[in-house]
């Protein structure tokens, strides 16, 4: 996989071909099996194809012509709603269920959801937004990995005047409204796919000696 890694470039450009719908079915299933934060799953992923569904979509966006001309997006949307106790409870029980260990609703509370930490972090609306974003950045890492494996091109358009910029917050209102989306959901980033245009270099990082460490 570290190979596919390293050869890893963000397209921008795409032929016209049309993707199937299977392959952008793959692409979303890659990031609705990602890691997520006690298994909260705080996203839904919901692909645009039509143009005018598209026009609107990339009036949020400062780099909105990528979206207008990509032959799919996928818009990705956290649910803030999702660290709700309850909503919390349930994922965790699903996931130690999963695991073979049944657990009450008090044995999860004081396992997990009751530690200063946890608690702390569900206090806030600024920690549960960037738990969000946190989690739904490991999605898109997921998905662009699952395009590449489908032979696609993808990149990753996250400049969008949502609720934590509030540049416009009447246009995208208007967005949001389009797409169903209720209150606790905002709309993180969109994700470009489509076949490659042409070959491009690949793309450059920092050195290994700058980024990667190991402490003994």
Not at 36 to 58: C, H, M, Y
């Amino acid at each position: 996989m570290l190979k596919q890694i390293t050869e890893w470039k963000s397209v921008r450009k795409f032929a016209s071909q049309p993707v199937e719908e299977e392959k952008i079915l793959d692409v979303m299933n890659a990031g609705r099996r990602a890691p997520s934060w006690k298994n909260i799953q705080p996203w839904r992923f919901i692909t645009v194809t039509g143009e005018s569904d598209k026009a609107k979509l990339a009036e949020g966006f400062s780099m909105g012509v990528l979206i207008k001309k990509a032959p799919a997006v996928i818009m990705c949307v956290g649910n803030l709603a999702a660290w709700e106790r309850t909503h919390q409870r349930d994922r965790l029980r699903e996931l130690m269920s999963n695991s073979g260990v049944a657990m009450s609703n008090e044995d999860i509370d004081k396992t997990f959801l009751n530690n200063q930490i946890a608690q702390a972090l569900a206090n806030t609306s600024s920690s549960l937004m960037a738990r969000t974003f946190e989690n739904m950045g490991i999605a898109y890492g997921f998905m662009i990995l699952e395009a590449m494996n489908q032979g696609l091109g993808a990149c990753i358009v996250g400049e969008i005047d949502n609720e934590l910029s509030g540049v416009d917050s009447s246009k995208y209102g208007e967005i949001k409204a389009h797409f169903n989306l209720d209150a606790t959901e905002i709309i993180t980033a969109a994700i470009i796919i489509g076949y490659p245009a042409k070959d491009l270099p690949v793309s450059p990082r920092k050195s290994e000696d700058d980024i990667c460490q190991i402490w003994r």
